[in-house]
């Protein structure tokens, strides 16, 4: 089944999966971070009070680590519904979706967030 011409023309190609892979990768990004932060946290706070323990913490996420960078790196080859463009520029299309909305504007967002953006518990932290 083919989609209306009205479409094709509105939406070329294969736009829809290069915005699901950009989607995706801007996630995994999420992920890497919450792994080296889980790992950060319980070295730097052995004995604060938590609801659940997890053993093994490191080694989980080294796992999940590892598993993330393959699925970065897997979301950079191009499926066959790109429908045999060049490779280079598929790569460049994601590469620069990761970067524009996985790196660029957070740090944006954190480079000119409002001094009113902030909670009062980020206020005392930042005092003291």
Same mark, same amino acid.
């Given at each position: 089944?083919?989609?209306?011409? *009205?479409?094709?023309?509105? $939406? ?7 915005f699901? !892979?950009? !989607?995706?990768q ?8 919450? *792994?080296?932060?889980a790992?950060?946290l319980?070295?730097? %706070?052995?004995d ?9 913490l490191?080694v989980?996420?080294?796992?999940g680590?590892?598993?993330s960078?393959?699925?970065?790196? $897997?979301? *950079?080859?191009?499926p066959? %519904?790109f429908?045999?463009?060049?490779v280079?520029?598929?790569?460049? $299309? $994601? ?13 944006? *967002? ?10 009062a518990a ?7």
């Open positions: 089944m083919t989609s209306p011409l *009205f479409l094709q023309i509105i $939406i070329p190609q294969g736009v829809y999966w290069i699901s !892979t950009i !989607t995706t801007v996630y995994l990004i999420v992920y890497l971070l919450m *792994f080296v932060a790992v950060r319980r070295k730097t %706070q052995p604060h009070p938590r609801g659940y323990r997890v053993p093994a490191p989980l996420c080294v796992v680590l590892l598993a960078v393959a699925a970065l790196a $897997i979301g *950079f080859v191009p066959s %519904q429908g045999g463009g060049s280079g520029v598929y790569v460049a $299309i $994601i590469g620069g979706g990761l970067v524009i909305l996985g790196l660029l504007i957070p740090w944006l *967002f954190l480079k000119l967030r409002k001094p009113g953006w902030r909670t980020a206020g005392e932290e930042a005092a003291s």
